[in-house]
């Protein structure tokens, strides 16, 4: 059974930063889109960002593009999130997803899967 597990939420000063992590299972990592979306408090779902597929490839939205960045340890079938500089803007539940990789550019429309989530909250 496919599962992910996010896991490293919690309570940073504005500019600190986190690492989120998504522990998966039952599936190869290598062959599968994992992408990150966030819910803030009375706002709607937004994507954060994805890894495309095996190739590593990974796309940002404009409101973290140079302040996060998403990476992956096969190894440990795990997926990260660092973020850095956090704004109070950031505070939401951080989601992990994951869906068969379709392409090797552009992120999947559309998750098949989706992890219980993990709080941050950017607060001073």
């Known amino acids: 059974q496919l599962q992910l597990v996010e896991s490293g939420g919690g309570l940073v000063q504005p500019g600190g930063s986190l690492r989120l992590s998504c522990t998966t299972s039952g599936f190869i990592l290598d062959y599968f889109a994992i992408g990150w979306f966030r819910q803030g408090p009375g706002k709607e779902r937004e994507w954060v960002s994805c890894i495309t597929d095996s190739s590593g490839r990974t796309n940002y939205a404009d409101s973290v593009k140079g302040r996060f960045t998403m990476s992956r340890d096969n190894a440990k079938n795990t997926v990260y999130l660092q973020m850095n500089s956090l704004k109070p803007e950031d505070t939401a539940v951080y989601y992990c997803?994951?869906?068969?990789?379709?392409?090797?550019?552009?992120?999947?429309?559309?998750?098949?899967?989706w992890g219980q989530g993990t709080q941050v909250a950017v607060s001073s």
């Open positions: 997803t994951a869906t068969p990789a379709l392409s090797a550019t552009d992120c999947p429309p559309r998750y098949d899967y």
